[in-house]
Each structure stands twice: as structure tokens, then as C-alpha cells.
């Protein structure tokens, strides 16, 4: 009996060893990663009781729209979204509330997903929500929307994919950077936020815990999402593996939004449009060209929207011009052909329609370079600029496949951007994870 108490003990003392010398060894950012990923672990093994296991996460759906989606680890009946206006013309100061049922969708035993949607919002200047599921609520989360002539500041990040302490520390710079009472009023990702679509411990180790573990900014900054390659199945049917992101997308009328394919999360299309502030945002789909995204993205372009907005941008993961990759993926795997209607076919309407900004991920470091819209132009101010953000975890691309002779900065390390619309002006501040600027400019219309 004493040997085995004896034992007992000398493996708790080896445990609190182990666990002294991690502290001691690993920074916060890596011992939150591996705690993340081990709590994960005992929740797939039906080890905590039924609790919400991933709290909302909301993405933006066009100007007037929002999207919930929030996971319990059990099936919660009657799980249901609680939403109301402030700033609404007629309603005083605050509006009357709304109750949605959410949508369910088993993804295994020990993941139950549910959505809602938020709206229309109108000319609210914020919107309160919460989610209830197992008979209680989650707090009470805010969404600001800012008008026209007001700041309106958009975190631009992308390729986190599979660097879940690089990202931690990155989003630790990025805390810094906003403070610790304020929040970016938006969040653009550019793309791939988990490694592998289908490995469900991926979205929790990637994307959703290391945006929790810094201060939730996924509840109350809604996510343009342009998806990457690693980000959903490109067959876009029902049931696909993209359980997180399969938002609607394309609907933008209202009367879309009963759908069934919106309602039960079969409806696959990332391309559409939105605004921030006196921005106008086209948010392309790179992975899945179709003559219907073509079609819509000439139609966008040369609206009345797009064209009278003060500034003009374009969001879509795989740049036009890619200079660092694998020299032998590159040329050997056809990896550069990946996307390629980005730079032979949309690129050219950009130009032509007056893009200001692209934005880009995928490659996986720092460029931006500003070039003029018509090489042929005497006009010094008829430029687009194009921007590659794809430092936000992943591992770094370093090795050179192409000079396209274009970009007039490149950083190869980990960064986030800050994207400031501010009425008639738009500035653009890149930092690296210890938050010092690397690079910065501005357009004043």
C-alpha cells in the first residue's frame, strides 16, 4: 500500500515538475497555445460538462446584416439570439428587442453549432446581441457602426494557418496597439485561418482560442471574410467541411435572407460587397473562379456605389503579383498558377475601374507597392496600390520566386495592419509583432 502511495505521490510531484519547468522555459503565448490545445482534447473526450464551448463569433453580411455563429458541446434545444438597436431613427434610444431561433448543425458528438442572423440594422449606430443556449446567456456583446464621416478603424490580417503562438503574439501586439479599452471596429481577414479545413481541432488551436485568449475581439468586430486556400472545400456542397465560415454570402436583398440554403448553412458564395465607412469593400472568392463572381465583380465595380465612394478596395486572398514562394513549388508543382485569374483577368478591371487598394494574403510576409493605374498616365496621383498582409502566424515565406519590380516595401516577418477611414482620408499603418511600424501611408481625397 505505501509503495503505491509512494508512487502516486512521485507522479504528482513529476507533474508539477513538468508543469514548473514549462512556466519557466515557454513564454505565455506557447503555454497558452498547448494549454488550449489540451483543454480541447479532454472536451472531445466528454470530459467537461454540457458548457458553450466556442462563445459568438460574428461576421459582417453587407452594410445592414450580421452573422452569429457560437458552438455548445452538447445539444442545446431552443438555443436562440437576442438582439436590439441603438441610434435607430424613430426608436429612440434604444429599439424594440428581437428573438431568433438559431440554426443547428450537428458537426460531431461533442461540437453543436448554431447561427443567427442580425438585422437590418439601418442607421443604428450599435447593435447589442446575445446568445442563449443551456438555459443561459452569454454576455452582452456590441457592434459600433460608424457613419461616413466617422473613424472607422479595420484590423487587415491574414494566414494565421497552423502558427497559433506566432498569431498569439502578433494579437498581443495588436491589443497594444488598439489599448486595452478599445476595440477595431471591424476585422478584415484576408484569408487561411487554419491550416487544414476539415480538422475540427484546427479551428479551435488556430483561430477561435488564440482570438478569445486576446481579448475576444471576434464578438463585437465583425469579420470581413475573403477565405483562402486552406479555408473551405472548393466542391461547395452541402456538408462540406467548412463548419465555421459556411456563412451566406451573395443574398443581398432581404428577402434572401429565409432561404433555406441561408438558414441551414448550405449556401456557398464568399464574393460581395460592403462598406467601411466612406470605403467601398469588394470582397472576392480566389479559390472558386465562376463566370457568376466574374460577372458580379464587373457589375460592382461600375455601380453607382463603388464608383462615388471615397475610397475604393478590393479584398481578395491570392495576390495578382506574387514574388516570394517555394522556387520549386513554384516552377516545378505549378503552384504558380494558383489563382491566376486574379492577375490575368480581375486585375485589368481594377485599373480600368479605379481600385485604390487590393488587399492580399497568402504569401507569407510583408509588400506593399503603389504603381500607376496606366503606365501610359502623366497623373501622378492615378495609382492603385497593392498590399500583401500574409504575416499574421504562419510559417514565413523567405525564398524569392519572381521580381515583378512593382513593390516598394517587403518585410519578411510577422505583422498585422491597421486600416484607418477616416472621412477623406485613409491611412494605412503595418506593424511587425513587437509593434514597431514598418510601414505606413496614406490617400487624402
Not at 181 to 209: C, E, M, T, Y
Amino acid at each position: 500500500m505505501r509503495y503505491y502511495f509512494r508512487r502516486w505521490l512521485l507522479l504528482i510531484a513529476a507533474q508539477l515538475f513538468v508543469v514548473c519547468t514549462l512556466y519557466l522555459v515557454l513564454e505565455d503565448s506557447q503555454i497558452r497555445t498547448l494549454l488550449s490545445t489540451f483543454v480541447d482534447w479532454l472536451e472531445d473526450r466528454g470530459v467537461y460538462m454540457c458548457h458553450i464551448r466556442k462563445l459568438p463569433m460574428v461576421f459582417e453580411h453587407g452594410p445592414e446584416h450580421y452573422y452569429v455563429v457560437w458552438e455548445t458541446s452538447c445539444s442545446a434545444n431552443g438555443s436562440s439570439l437576442e438582439w436590439w438597436l441603438d441610434g435607430a431613427p424613430g426608436n429612440g434610444s434604444s429599439s424594440l428587442r428581437h428573438f431568433v431561433q438559431a440554426q443547428y448543425k450537428m458537426i460531431d458528438k461533442s461540437r453543436h453549432r448554431y447561427s443567427a442572423i442580425i438585422g437590418p440594422a439601418g442607421h443604428a449606430t450599435k447593435v447589442h446581441y446575445a446568445s442563449n443556449s443551456l438555459g443561459k446567456s452569454t454576455p452582452l456583446y456590441s457592434i459600433a457602426r460608424r457613419n461616413e464621416t466617422e473613424l472607422t478603424r479595420v484590423l487587415v490580417v491574414a494566414d494565421n494557418q497552423n502558427g497559433p503562438t506566432e498569431f498569439r503574439r502578433v494579437l498581443a501586439s495588436i491589443q497594444s496597439h488598439y489599448g486595452s479599452n478599445s476595440v477595431p471596429d471591424a476585422i478584415l481577414h484576408v484569408g487561411d485561418v487554419v491550416r487544414k479545413v476539415d480538422k475540427l481541432s484546427h479551428w479551435h488551436s488556430q483561430f477561435f482560442s488564440p482570438l478569445e485568449d486576446a481579448g475576444g475581439y471576434q464578438h463585437g468586430s465583425p469579420i470581413l471574410f475573403a477565405p483562402g486556400n486552406h479555408d473551405h472545400d472548393s466542391e461547395r456542397v452541402p456538408g462540406n467541411s467548412n463548419v465555421y465560415t459556411d456563412m451566406y454570402h451573395g443574398i443581398l436583398t432581404t428577402d434572401g435572407l429565409g432561404d433555406p440554403e441561408v438558414t441551414n448553412g448550405t449556401y456557398h458564395r464568399f464574393y460581395h460587397t460592403t462598406s467601411l465607412g466612406s470605403a467601398r469593400v469588394i470582397v472576392l472568392d480566389s479559390e472558386c473562379p465562376s463566370t457568376e463572381q466574374s460577372e458580379f465583380l464587373e457589375r460592382e465595380l461600375q455601380s453607382a456605389a463603388f464608383q462615388s465612394a471615397r475610397f475604393r478596395i478590393v479584398a481578395v486572398h491570392i495576390p495578382p503579383y506574387i514574388e516570394f514562394w517555394n522556387p520549386d513549388a513554384w516552377n516545378k508543382k505549378g503552384e504558380k498558377h494558383w489563382g491566376e485569374q486574379v492577375r490575368l483577368e480581375y486585375d485589368a478591371l481594377f485599373r480600368r475601374h479605379n481600385v485604390d487598394l487590393v488587399i492580399s494574403g497568402h504569401q507569407h510576409n510583408y509588400q506593399r507597392g503603389t504603381v500607376q493605374r496606366n503606365p501610359q498616365s502623366a497623373d501622378p496621383t492615378d495609382t492603385i496600390t497593392y498590399a500583401i498582409v500574409g504575416g499574421a502566424g504562419g510559417d514565413l515565406d523567405l525564398e524569392r520566386a519572381e521580381n515583378r519590380n512593382m513593390y516598394n516595401v517587403t518585410y519578411l516577418g510577422h505583422h498585422f495592419v491597421s486600416l484607418e477611414v477616416d472621412g477623406q482620408q485613409l491611412r494605412w499603418i503595418a506593424k511587425n509583432k513587437a509593434g514597431s511600424i514598418i510601414d505606413q501611408f496614406s490617400i487624402v481625397r
